[in-house]
């Protein structure tokens, strides 16, 4: 099993819509969990930390499941500025640098 | 505040030749980190300073790979004999302290004819 799997996409949603992606990953020590996004030809950036409670910024809402070893991003109300790829990411296990998926390439529709 | 820096921008190289690539992390940052992203791949961990110091060089490639930083700031990633799949964004990030948010730079793109 792959450290962290991504549904690839591409995701295209219309403007406005409700979309959700998952990412499971294979270490069970992993201890950090984030959301990138990565912008074509760009840098990743810190979406957002996900915490085993859940929680939101905004229109976005992440969750953590230890026990089936996933996290989610919800993305609520989507612009089209949040076309992009949405890196799975997560740190510990052993690993002293952050372990990233490929990725989730979205695109928001007008 | 100024964010991570690298240069160059953009390297291209002749199969065989050494290339240095420069990362520049944020003032008091005393974590840095390199990666690289191949095309069509996930971004690949490779090493990690605190301070000066690299405990762990088992991510670097080969052995035509190594990195250093001194005065706790800047670092350089060597490649040496460049070869063709050595072809990828090379990507530096720096944190506060390990364990903290990582920031990326924008990333060296080198290319191996």
């Known amino acids: 099993r792959k450290e962290v799997e991504q549904d690839p996409g591409p995701f295209n949603v219309p403007e406005g819509a409700t979309v959700a992606f998952n990412c499971t990953y294979s270490?069970?020590?992993?201890?950090?969990f984030f959301w990138y996004r990565q912008d074509c030809r760009k840098e990743p950036k810190l979406l957002m930390s996900v915490y085993s409670s859940g929680n939101e910024d905004g229109r976005f809402t992440a969750q953590l499941n230890r026990a089936s070893q996933y996290i989610s991003l919800l993305i609520r109300d989507s612009k089209l500025s949040d076309s992009a790829t949405y890196l799975c990411v997560f740190r510990g296990g052993g690993a002293d640098g952050l372990t990233f998926g490929k990725g989730t390439h979205l695109i928001i529709q007008p | 505040g100024a964010g991570v820096s690298q240069s160059p921008s953009n390297k291209v190289t002749e199969k065989g030749k050494d290339v240095e690539l420069r990362c520049d992390p944020i003032s008091g940052h005393t974590a840095l980190y390199w990666y690289r992203q191949s095309l069509g791949q996930g971004l690949e961990f490779l090493i990690y300073f605190q301070g000066n110091s690299a405990p762990d060089k088992s991510g670097l490639p080969s052995d035509r790979f190594s990195a250093e930083r001194t005065g706790g700031s800047v670092s350089t990633l060597t490649i040496q004999r460049t070869q063709q799949e050595d072809s990828a964004v090379y990507l530096c990030?720096?944190?506060?302290?390990?364990?903290?948010?990582?920031?990326f730079g924008p990333g060296t793109r080198l290319t191996v004819l």
């Open positions: 990030a720096s944190s506060p302290g390990i364990g903290d948010t990582q920031y």
């Open positions: 270490n069970s020590a992993s201890q950090s």
